[in-house]
């Protein structure tokens, strides 16, 4: 059995690539769906992701359940950072081509977080009609997988 080790640098490189696509997705989220279609706020936004967690209780936490959702957010960016951190130097055609490797890890977590994550969290929670799908894919693709494949390298020794 083998220790995974990360080297500092290692871990300064997924540390700063979940930061930025971290940044880079909430901020998407609230411009799209709080400014631009005025469907929610900020808060009730990260309040629902902490809802994956707390359940209703989540929207009646205030400020606390506020900064629950942020810290969620960051942790799931975290991981799929390291998640790439840890792949990438096994499969040879993501080091091949940063903007594809970042566009199919992007579309990756999309299917990964809206078929996997968020059904189990929000149980009977209907798949996102293919216009939502569409446009939370290229949110994903942009803000998280193309950031995350730029920020760490693919070709690092072990």
């Given at each position: ?80 950072a390291a998640f790439y951190y840890l792949i990438a130097p096994r499969l040879s055609f993501l080091r091949r081509n940063k903007l594809a490797s970042g566009i199919l890890y992007g579309i990756f977590i999309w299917l990964v977080m809206n078929l996997g994550v968020l059904p189990i969290a929000f149980k009977g929670m209907p ?32």
């Amino acid at each position: 059995m083998s220790v995974l080790k990360i080297s500092n640098t290692g871990r300064r490189n997924i540390l700063s690539a979940a930061l930025v696509a971290g940044t880079l997705d909430i901020l998407a989220a609230i411009l799209l769906y709080a400014v631009v279609m005025g469907k929610t706020t900020p808060a009730r936004i990260l309040m629902s992701i902490a809802s994956g967690i707390f359940g209703k209780a989540a929207f009646s936490g205030g400020t606390a359940m506020v900064i629950t959702g942020l810290l969620l957010h960051f942790l799931i960016a975290l991981i799929f950072a390291a998640f790439y951190y840890l792949i990438a130097p096994r499969l040879s055609f993501l080091r091949r081509n940063k903007l594809a490797s970042g566009i199919l890890y992007g579309i990756f977590i999309w299917l990964v977080m809206n078929l996997g994550v968020l059904p189990i969290a929000f149980k009977g929670m209907p798949l996102p009609d293919l216009k939502s799908a569409l446009i939370g894919m290229s949110i994903v693709i942009v803000a998280v997988g193309i950031p995350i494949a730029y920020m760490i390298p693919a070709g690092r020794r072990r």
